[in-house]
Structures are given as structure tokens and as C-alpha cells.
């Protein structure tokens, strides 16, 4: 397979190609043709854009933001003219890296089209990063040329990530883009050609970076179209960054696959979204169930009964959460468990295939079991590590934790699962220290390294706590230089002082003080496991 993919590339640069695993160390890949049936040459961006023209739909709504709506043609013109400018003034190769950094919005998606036509592969990146984590990203995939909005160019500079082009009021890329022609031929690249970058955090901090092909990107639509069913006159809202796969999917790739129209949030939060819902009687939605569970308490609460579909992923959906919405808002949420390394979501249910409480069965050409530590298969019935295999697989780009997801073919997404005897999947934990709290993923190493960076701090330990509205909540336990210092006040500095160093989300809602040094193994490693019994000392909310 892999002197195949070598020999069928577009790719002049191979940086990707050559940062992949080797192939005895890639998991079994399974495309029923009845279900994923693609030519050996494609390019996913021109499938998902000249496609929808050639079927007529160049005049429909594609996405909107605020009072911009932009026609599936008008996205065409710019991503060309982009793609144009990224091959004639920066000289971008079939293979080179792009990076991508922007809120949601058509312009961010235009660039992201345009990265693809040209060949090259695009490396998402969340606006909330700060300079470190950049670092780290860019570090990794070597980009060629950033691709930023207006504003958000400053962490970006720091980072030392080389040549930028700004979009936005003024924008050096809109400037160069306005003397583009419009027209721009689609490189013709292999359906197994790479052409996502997608970052995900890992327990250390350092990110793994998934790499996903041309394929990969038409795959997660059509696997999930017996769940959504979406239709041209759909109406795609979402809360999710685009620099997540389970927000590029349920807000670009879908809805451009069905010739869909997406409106995009012009502020966070689930009140915005929610009048977002009512102003534009949005009928499919993606989002976390943090965030339905905040629409059911909106007062005044905006009419949201446009939604035949409400998708719920990132994090665990309660069956309590599920019955709440189901009562107040008359929607049965859409379940769903997906992975960076695995795209988007694997399994699901739908209408009346759903069973409250549980996850869903693997959709259409995906295989589930569970197993335990050792590899063996667990009985239904009992808990154990959930593993999968389907079209789409985990290929960490130049990372030797691909042997730890990819394991005798099988992807193990770190999930904890039970399966019943109906084949219904049952979530019951994450396997490793990974906290997600309203389905944002934060490693708990990355808290604490910030956390040391102050210098009140001796030692820190972080690990998730349970919380009625987050799912989860950073919950971070401090042993001070002078423990007599312990104030609220500065618990407080503690949490600015993270948001300042990495992404504000990630900063600890809670602070417990420690009088004793941390607790630690016997070769001097932090316990995490140890950590919720100092629960009794000084706690800082």
C-alpha cells in the first residue's frame, strides 16, 4: 500500500509522505466500494466546490457571517484567487504546508478550499493559541506560509512561524487575491494524497499531528449521511473552532457535500448561538452538550424549533442532558463519538435508532469491539478499551506514539466503553489523563508546566473534576514556595497568569492549595491519582 500511495502522488514536496508511519504500523483500512467508492484521483476541494457548481449549484446560499452571505460561485472565485496566490507569489509546491489561523468564518474557508486546490496540505489552528503552542505546531509541520486574519497575527509573529499573509480590512492577502483571475485549475492529487494536518493534544502537551488524506475528507460525509440525511436546503449552524475536525466536518464538509448553506457565529457562546438558530431557522446544529444544556436555560430563551438535528460531540452526553433537551426543547440530540485521528464521528444513532444514555453503533463500514489491556476481546456486557476500524485511520505524521493508537490494525481512541448485547455502545471514561471539559481537550502536563511558570510555585498538579455544566473541569492542586502566601487573590493571579500563557480555556477553574509537597511514585514521578485525596486542605474555587 505504501509504494502505491508513493507512486501515485502529486506531492513534489514530500515532507508529509515521508513523515509517515512505517506502513506495518498503520491500521487496517476498510472502504466497502458500495459506501466509499472514489476515483484514484481526486481532489477533495474540487469535489466538495467545482462539483457543486457543476451540479448547478454555483447560485445557492454556501455560508454566511453576520450580513455576508456568499454563494457557492462567489466561494469559488476567492478560494481561486487565493490558491493563485499562494502558487504565483509564494511559490507553494504540491506537498508544502499552509497554515491556517482565523475565526469561522467564509473567509477561513475560502483559504482552507484554496490550500487544498493548490496541493498543498493545510495545518488548522485554533484562534485561542498562544505563541508557545504555535511554536509547537509549527515546529512539527514546517509551514511554508501562514494564512491569518486580521488581528490574531501578533501570537503568530512570536512564534517565528515565517512568511504570513493577512486577510481581513486592508489585508496584504485580500490586496493580492483582488488581482487574481478567478480561475484556477484544481492540482490533480491522488485520493491518497495528504491533505490535513490536524493537531491534537496529547497527555504531554507536545501535540500529535493526524494525518489525513483527500479521501478521508468525502468519507466522514458520506459515512454520516444515514444520520444526518442533509439536504441542499438545510441550514448548518455550529459552536465548534473550524480547527477542530468535528467542526471543519459539521460546518464545511457536510453541508457543502449536500449543497447546504452554514451560518457561522459572529460571537461565542450558546446564547449566540441559540439566536443564531431563531434568526436563521437553522435545522442542523453542531455542538457540545455543554452547550444545548445552556440553551434550555436561556432566559429569554430564542425559538429553536427549526432544529430537525442537533448533533452532540466532544465530550460525554449525560442521559440527563439528553432528557432536558429532549423535554424543553422537543429535540433528541444526535449522539456522537468521534477523533482527530479518526476525522470525525464513527459512531452514532439517529431518530428512533437512539437510546438514550447510550453513544450509538458504528455507522455504516466501521467495526467496533472492545478490548481489554491486553489486547484480549471483552465479553458484552463489560468494560474495556473501545477500538475501531473503518475507512479512515490514524497516522500520527513523524510520532512513535502511532504504536500505542494503532495496535494489530485496530484504532484504540483512549476511550473506555461498554457494549451491550444489542451491539449499542456505552460510554463509561477516558482512559488516560486527558481532560475534556465542555468539549474542549486539555492536557493536564500543559496546565501544570504553566502553572510552574510562576514564580509562587513549587510544584503543581492538575487532573479533571467533575462539574454539572462542563462535564469536567481543570481542577489543579499547588504546593507554594511560602504556603503561607495562600489567598484567593492569588488563586486568582495563578488562573490569569495561565490564560496568559496558553490558551485561556485551559487555565484551572479550580485551585487547592497544598501545604505538603505534592504527592509522587516511587521513582519521584507526580501521582496524579493521588491528588483528589488532598481534597481536604485549602480549597480555592
Given at each position: 500500500m505504501r509504494a502505491d500511495l508513493d507512486a501515485a502522488t502529486a506531492h513534489v514536496d514530500r515532507f508529509v509522505l515521508d513523515g509517515l508511519p512505517p506502513a506495518e504500523h498503520w491500521p487496517e483500512i476498510r472502504l466497502d466500494e458500495s459506501l466509499y467508492c472514489y476515483p484514484d484521483r481526486l481532489n477533495a476541494a474540487a469535489v466538495l466546490l467545482d462539483g457543486a457548481i457543476e451540479r448547478g449549484w454555483g447560485s445557492h446560499p454556501c455560508m454566511g457571517l453576520g450580513d455576508d452571505l456568499w454563494t457557492y460561485a462567489e466561494v469559488a472565485d476567492c478560494a481561486n484567487r487565493i490558491a493563485a496566490v499562494l502558487v504565483d507569489d509564494y511559490g507553494i509546491v504540491p506537498g508544502n504546508r499552509v497554515l491556517l489561523r482565523g475565526a469561522n468564518a467564509p473567509w477561513m474557508v475560502a483559504a482552507w478550499l484554496a490550500v487544498l486546490k493548490a496541493g498543498a496540505v493545510a495545518v488548522t489552528t485554533m484562534p485561542l493559541l498562544r505563541a508557545a503552542e504555535l511554536a509547537k505546531v509549527i515546529s512539527k509541520c514546517e509551514p511554508s506560509v501562514s494564512l491569518c486574519e486580521a488581528g490574531m497575527e501578533a501570537e503568530l509573529h512570536r512564534a517565528a512561524g515565517g512568511p504570513i499573509a493577512i486577510w481581513g480590512p486592508n489585508g496584504d492577502l485580500n490586496t493580492a487575491a483582488a488581482a487574481k483571475s478567478g480561475e484556477f485549475a484544481a492540482v490533480d492529487t491522488a485520493a491518497t494524497d495528504p491533505a490535513l494536518l490536524a493537531s491534537t493534544s496529547g497527555t504531554t502537551g507536545d501535540p500529535k499531528v493526524a494525518v489525513h488524506v483527500h479521501r478521508d475528507l468525502l468519507a466522514i460525509a458520506?459515512?454520516?449521511?444515514?444520520?444526518?440525511?442533509?439536504?441542499?436546503?438545510?441550514?448548518?449552524?455550529?459552536?465548534?473552532?473550524?480547527?477542530?475536525?468535528?467542526?471543519?466536518?459539521?460546518?464545511?464538509?457536510?453541508?457543502?457535500?449536500?449543497?447546504?448553506?452554514?451560518?457561522?457565529?459572529?460571537?461565542?457562546?450558546?446564547?449566540?448561538?441559540?439566536?443564531l438558530i431563531a434568526e436563521r431557522r437553522a435545522t442542523v446544529c453542531f455542538s457540545s452538550p455543554t452547550a444545548y444544556r445552556a440553551m434550555v436555560a436561556l432566559d429569554p430563551r430564542p425559538d429553536v424549533s427549526s432544529l430537525r438535528c442537533g448533533v452532540s460531540a466532544g465530550e460525554w452526553l449525560p442521559q440527563s442532558t439528553f432528557e432536558l433537551v429532549e423535554s424543553e426543547l422537543g429535540l433528541r440530540l444526535t449522539d456522537g463519538i468521534g477523533a482527530t485521528e479518526l476525522l470525525h464521528i464513527f459512531i452514532s444513532a439517529a431518530d428512533a435508532q437512539i437510546r438514550p444514555g447510550s453513544t450509538g453503533k458504528p455507522l455504516p463500514g466501521w467495526e467496533a469491539a472492545i478490548f481489554d489491556a491486553d489486547g484480549a476481546p471483552v465479553p458484552d456486557g463489560e468494560a474495556g478499551l473501545l477500538a475501531v476500524k473503518g475507512p479512515i485511520g490514524c497516522r500520527y505524521l513523524d510520532d512513535d506514539r502511532q504504536t500505542a493508537y494503532v495496535r494489530d490494525g485496530w484504532n484504540f481512541t483512549g476511550d473506555v466503553y461498554v457494549r451491550d448485547a444489542d451491539g449499542y455502545f456505552w460510554y463509561q471514561a477516558r482512559a488516560d489523563d486527558m481532560i475534556i471539559s465542555a468539549g474542549y481537550n486539555i492536557a493536564a502536563p500543559e496546565v501544570e508546566e504553566a502553572l510552574l511558570s510562576h514564580e509562587a510555585v513549587a510544584e503543581a498538579g492538575v487532573i479533571g473534576s467533575p462539574d454539572a455544566h462542563r462535564g469536567m473541569v481543570?481542577?489543579?492542586?499547588?504546593?507554594?514556595?511560602?504556603?503561607?502566601?495562600?489567598?484567593?487573590?492569588?488563586?486568582?493571579?495563578?488562573?490569569?497568569?495561565v490564560k496568559a500563557s496558553i490558551a485561556p480555556y485551559k487555565y484551572p477553574r479550580r485551585i487547592t492549595f497544598c501545604a505538603e509537597p505534592l504527592p509522587t511514585t516511587p521513582t519521584g514521578k507526580l501521582r496524579r491519582r493521588g491528588l483528589s485525596d488532598l481534597l481536604g486542605e485549602d480549597r480555592r474555587d
Open positions: 458520506d459515512g454520516i449521511e444515514p444520520i444526518l440525511q442533509a439536504r441542499s436546503d438545510d441550514v448548518f449552524v455550529g459552536s465548534p473552532p473550524l480547527a477542530f475536525t468535528f467542526g471543519l466536518g459539521g460546518e464545511v464538509v457536510f453541508p457543502m457535500r449536500a449543497g447546504a448553506c452554514t451560518w457561522f457565529c459572529e460571537e461565542p457562546g450558546p446564547a449566540a448561538l441559540a439566536e481543570v481542577h489543579a492542586f499547588v504546593h507554594l514556595r511560602d504556603p503561607s502566601s495562600a489567598t484567593d487573590s492569588l488563586a486568582c493571579e495563578l488562573q490569569n497568569h
